[in-house]
């Protein structure tokens, strides 16, 4: 991708190394002008704060994550996930994201229960469409990799996505997003992000490695992997998207141990060939 | 299930502990009348030999593992992975197995054209289909994981397998084997289980676990993991499929360390009260 305006760097890349301050001031320095932020990091320095320090450096904000993972079947802590999910719309809006990313959530402890899961956390992103609304603040539904269906997402498809904003009557205040890494293997992907549309409100990138690891915080450096990332682009484009281009990388053994500066410097250049 | 003589176990299930000889030999004396193949094993002590071992046991056979693997861009690799399919096809008759487990495979070293290595898959099965009608053997067609993309099989969902049929003229010699562990994630399951209908030609059952090591070789005990395999079981029912329930466990960590008697024993147990 040659539009350097388009990168967007989420927070969580330099999540070991770099506090909520670090990244901003860090990712300003490199001349990234788009982030998406990490909630832990921002209630360690107070969502006051955060938004403070975000306006100061004329960050962009796309996404806040996570809100959802309102799966149990506990009423009680199905409420408080709706509960939380409300105050991450609120700190949202504070900080002027575009969005919450909104994770399905996995199987409670001992359930096999996939479906009731499913209606579960449908039910929970209907819940909060009225708050997400009146704060001008998007639910960003994310599908991620079926291997993390157990432990962190029952939503694993953009078909199931695009089936979820249906039953949610297009509600304009929910979208979706796109991640490279979540959708790359799926036979119908260009089918249902050309359903998406103008429902898909950030793009995420990063690569699938071959020798992966560990089934969440393996994630690759765009180039390193196999994902034909710019031929997602490119369908994402023809769709009508045309928003930030949002590197995210979990990676536990590689780019969480670097220098972030270096991890900055390699995704700028990685975006140019690689995205 | 309680009905045992459903039960098939595939000798991969002991793949380090147990010889061609002796998992025949064992899954008889343990009453268990079905098997599936392992093909290095069957090399390992010969076709003409296999077969007499597992006649002389009245032992039957669901599939004989693998066949397909064709998703080179090389016209020569490819052409090989055919060739071995149809020796595939030739063994299976010999030995007297329903079908061949055909894998689509992966992607070749250094490519991202899943697109591409998908075509050049089905192209391989249509290739062979006479052969597999000649002998009165099936291809049955296998979606892995979506995880196992990469590295196994660009056939990753139900959806597309029975896509693969149709564009197959639905012939009658290709078939469908659901496995647990491939599909349990899928929300489109149940809608694609009915529509596979007389396509299936296998079930095979195994478990996710909660704290998946590897992306191949880590699969579970029924009962061990989040799999509501009961429910599968059932929709495979209403669609019209009664045959057997093959165990195929791959556990570098735990399965493939045990006293093979132990598993089977296990198996037999977790059978009656999971599968």
Redesign the interface.
């Known amino acids: 991708m040659d539009d350097d305006s388009r990168l967007a760097i989420h927070q969580v890349t330099f999540l070991p190394q770099w506090s909520f301050r670090e990244s901003i001031e860090g990712l300003a320095r490199h001349g990234v002008t788009c982030t998406a932020i990490w909630r832990d990091k921002l209630h360690e320095i107070g969502v006051g704060e955060g938004a403070m320090i975000l306006a100061d450096h004329g960050m962009k904000v796309t996404g806040l994550s996570v809100g959802g993972l309102a799966t149990s079947p506990d009423p009680r802590a199905w409420q408080a996930a709706v509960d939380d999910t409300r105050r991450a719309i609120e700190e949202a809006s504070r900080i002027g994201a575009d969005h919450v990313v909104m994770l399905s959530g996995g199987?409670e402890?001992g359930?096999?229960?996939?479906s009731g899961a499913?209606q579960r956390a449908l039910e929970a992103v209907g819940r909060v469409v009225p708050d997400a609304r009146a704060s001008g603040v998007k639910l960003g539904l994310e599908p991620l990799?079926?291997?993390l269906?157990?432990?962190r997402a029952?939503l694993?498809?953009l078909?199931?996505a695009n089936?979820w904003c249906e039953l949610l009557d297009d509600d304009p205040a929910v979208g979706i997003v796109v991640d490279t890494y979540a959708v790359?293997?799926?036979?119908?992907l260009e089918e249902e992000i050309a359903k998406a549309g103008p429902r898909i409100c950030a793009f995420h990138v990063n690569d699938?490695l071959?020798d992966?690891r560990d089934?969440r915080l393996d994630r690759g450096m765009m180039g390193d992997g196999?994902?034909?990332i710019p031929?997602i682009r490119r369908a994402i484009e023809r769709s009508g998207y045309w928003g930030p281009c949002e590197v995210e990388i979990f990676s536990e053994r590689d780019w969480w141990r670097r220098d972030p500066d270096e991890v900055v410097r390699v995704i700028k250049e990685r975006t140019r060939t690689h995205v």
Do not use: F, G
């Open positions: 199987l402890a359930s096999k229960d996939v499913r990799h079926p291997m269906c157990e432990k029952v694993c498809t078909k199931q089936e790359w293997w799926d036979p119908a699938w071959s992966t089934l196999v994902i034909d031929w």
